[in-house]
């Protein structure tokens, strides 16, 4: 036995040395032993580092290679989850409320998604600044985003008797225009023919 260790052990059961005698029983409090090998250590630690670098990939993987049309965040589906709650919605709500929900909706999604002003404009604010300076819009969606605020203010402000049958109308003619500027914008690999 090493003769730090063995002091060390008399120091820890407080047994005094005699002449340099062992006292009986010290060897059972400590045992002397090989030092472990690090190698295993080593290969453990490689595996781990190599399940982490695999984790960071394939997250890296998944992120690069998703559809930005349909991340949770994108404009697109925000608009098409408030359309559909507003569809939910349609038996409780007026024909102005519902005209007006949908009308907003779109106009949300088109001032996000086109960083155009159309969201804090009126339809003829929006009629006449398309007359006069054109838009951000894609241009096929211009004409039916006329077509759909015209209707929308009919709707919202015209009082009629039948404000009801342009309801569903209107809520088709939104999420078409949200499809068609999602399509106009796409990139083109991933353009539906």
Known sequence: MHPILF?????????P?????????????IVPE???????????LAIALLLIAGLVWLVLFLLQNRDPRLAPGSPAVR???????IERQSDEL???????AVSETLKNYLAERHRDRVRYETAEEFLARLSREGTSLPPAAQEELQEFLTSAEEV???????????????LKSARQLVGLCETVNAPEGSKKG
């Open 94 to 100: 007026s024909s102005n409320a519902f005209a007006l």
């Open 7 to 15: 002091h060390l052990a008399q120091a820890a059961i407080g047994t």
């Open 34 to 44: 090989a030092e472990r090998p690090l190698w295993p250590l080593f290969v453990y």
């Open 79 to 85: 608009a098409q989850r408030e359309l559909e709650a």
């Open 156 to 170: 919202k402000f015209g009082h009629r008797s039948d404000a009801a049958a342009f309801c569903q109308p209107l």
């Open 17 to 29: 040395v005699a002449n340099g005698e062992v006292p009986e029983g010290i060897y059972d409090i």
